[in-house]
């Protein structure tokens, strides 16, 4: 007879893939294409920004740019967010002054958050019977191609899980679930 471990990294073991959906949650203009930006509207030779910028009017962050020898700081401000899309001003704050820019817009690069693809591992691997106490994961950037690891833990063994995004249809998240096939850590004996 087989244990309920035993039959579990028997299972694990053959499965190949599982698919979930979920909703993404937190839209986000990232630093990298607030940056990019930056440099399309004030033509700077570089731009950093401290955080990604939240989906939500009003939300702003400052970040620092150069252009030549000069730095100087630039404040991007979200003045509406419609659908996939959040449009910000962008302006140059300090320093000499410089001809206002147009309102920038970028495509909503949303994340799932790593508790939600966590419950959606665990959900689906419940499903296909598999005994599984604890699943922890961290945020899962919500573009195709995106990949992160999990981390699954059942009795006494720990395994790794990639979970890979699939499809991206607006707020629904697809993704692939690939489990180790082999415990991480195994018990002492």
Known sequence: MISSLGRLVAVLATALTAVAALTACGK?????????????????DSSDCPTDLKGEQGQSIVCKATKGDEAFDVKVTVTSVSGDTINFSIERVGGPATATTAPAATAVAPTVAGKSVAQSVLTQLAADGKQVDQVSCPDLPATVGASERCTLKAGADTYGVTVTVTGVQGTDVKFDIQVDQTPTTAPSR
């Open 28 to 44: 986000v203009a990232t630093d990298d294409s607030v940056e990019e930006q930056i440099k399309s509207q004030l033509g700077t």
